[in-house]
Structure formats: structure tokens, C-alpha cells
T-cell receptor, first 108, second 114 residues
Framework: GQNIDQPTEMTATEGAIVQINCTYQ??????LFWYQQHAGEAPTFLSY????GLEEKGRFSSFLSRSKGYSYLLLKELQMKDSASYLC?????????FGTGTRLQVFP | SAVISQKPSRDICQRGTSLTIQCQVD?????MFWYRQQPGQSLTLIAT?????????ESGFVIDKFPISRPNLTFSTLTVSNMSPEDSSIYLC???????????FGQGTRLTVV
């Protein structure tokens, strides 16, 4: 079966750093994605990892360990606009299977 | 990248009726998918829309309930049949081009069944 787990909710303070974890057990693996989704909007692509290690893109970084079935999304210098849901998704063959999603609230 | 338009953006429907949602992409794409997102939840894959052939459904979803068409490389429809209040959800169309790694999403169709 497919199992992709994330914490349901997280809170953080503006300017801080937050790490959102994702663990997965899937029947196939062709890469791991992170998406951001603001309430009432479509998910938007943040990052993609297919090899182990850290991918950095501005304030956002994503890490993958395939042997551990683990990824995290790191958000630095948090801003109020980062309050959103963050979705981890595993690419299995040609389709994306989404995790449970993490709702992040950033407070001033 | 690809821009995806969905119609309608929202609808309120009577139980027992059917609604067809349209998804139009502004460029030719290799893969198209339909997802459901219930309030406060993550995305659940309904099916892969295959061009010129029957869709590939995920476990728990069947063609009689969610018939899907994809007549060409830029357009797909999802029908929610014989609706009940449990079908109230957001339905999202997604697409991927041959060159892109990531999938793009439409704005979604918010369906309420009363």
C-alpha cells in the first residue's frame, strides 16, 4: 500500500526556521515533491528531490533520504505569507500520491 | 509550464443528479489526473485520464461513479454521477508536460451536494 505521513499542524514565529517532516512507504518511488497550498487556492510546486541530499532554493530547502523513506522541507526567515498547507507527494510510476498535508501557521 | 482552467469553479447540486467538470490546458500535456480534496484534507488521486482510452482508476474509485473522458491532449472531463452529500468536495485537475518534472493544478471545482 501507499503511506505518506506528515504532522497535521505546526506553528512558528515570523523570522524563525521551521522543518516539516514527511515519511513514506510506497510501492514505487520516482521522486518526492513538496507543494504549497494557500486556503482556497491550487497547490503550487516548491521543490523536487530524486537523489539523496539537500536541494536549496532561496528560503526553502528540501532533503531526501531514500533508504529511510524520509524527507523534510525547511523554511527559513518565515514570513506571514508562508502560512499555508504544505503537501509532500511521492511520484510512483507516472502519478503523484500526496501525503496527509501539514497546515503551518506563522504568528507575528 | 502549463495553465489549467477548470469549469465550473463551484456548484451546488441536488442529490441524485450528476455534474460534469471540464479541464482545459493551454498546451499539450502528456499526463492528466483528477484529484479530490475534502475540507481540511490532502489530495486523493481519483484516476489518470488517458487520451483516447479508458481512465485508470485508483482503489476506491470506479468508472460508473466517476466517468472520465480525455478526447485530446489538452482537454478532460470528470463526471460525478448520482451525487450524494458525501461527494461534497473540491475536485482538482492536474497535468504534466513531457518536459516538466512537476505537475500543475487547476484552481479546483468546489462541489456542494444538498
Amino acid at each position: 500500500g501507499q503511506n505518506i505521513d506528515q504532522p497535521t499542524e505546526m506553528t512558528a514565529t515570523e523570522g524563525a526556521i521551521v522543518q516539516i517532516n514527511c515519511t513514506y512507504q510506497t510501492s514505487g518511488f520516482n521522486g518526492l515533491f513538496w507543494y504549497q497550498q494557500h486556503a482556497g487556492e491550487a497547490p503550487t510546486f516548491l521543490s523536487y528531490n530524486v537523489l539523496d541530499g539537500l536541494e536549496e532554493k532561496g528560503r526553502f530547502s528540501s532533503f531526501l533520504s531514500r533508504s529511510k523513506g524520509y524527507s523534510y522541507l525547511l523554511l527559513k526567515e518565515l514570513q506571514m505569507k508562508d502560512s499555508a498547507s504544505y503537501l509532500c507527494a511521492v511520484k510512483s510510476t507516472d502519478k503523484l500520491i500526496f501525503g496527509t498535508g501539514t497546515r503551518l501557521q506563522v504568528f507575528p | 509550464s502549463a495553465v489549467i482552467s477548470q469549469k465550473p469553479s463551484r456548484d451546488i447540486c441536488q442529490r441524485g443528479t450528476s455534474l460534469t467538470i471540464q479541464c482545459q490546458v493551454d498546451s499539450q500535456v502528456t499526463m492528466m489526473f483528477w484529484y479530490r480534496q475534502q475540507p481540511g484534507q490532502s489530495l486523493t488521486l481519483i484516476a489518470t485520464a488517458n487520451q483516447g482510452s479508458e481512465a485508470t482508476y485508483e482503489s476506491g474509485f470506479v468508472i460508473d461513479k466517476f466517468p472520465i473522458s480525455r478526447p485530446n491532449l489538452t482537454f478532460s472531463t470528470l463526471t460525478v454521477s448520482n451525487m450524494s452529500p458525501e461527494d461534497s468536495s473540491i475536485y482538482l485537475c492536474s497535468a504534466r508536460t513531457g518536459e516538466s518534472t512537476e505537475a500543475f493544478f487547476g484552481q479546483g471545482t468546489r462541489l456542494t451536494v444538498v
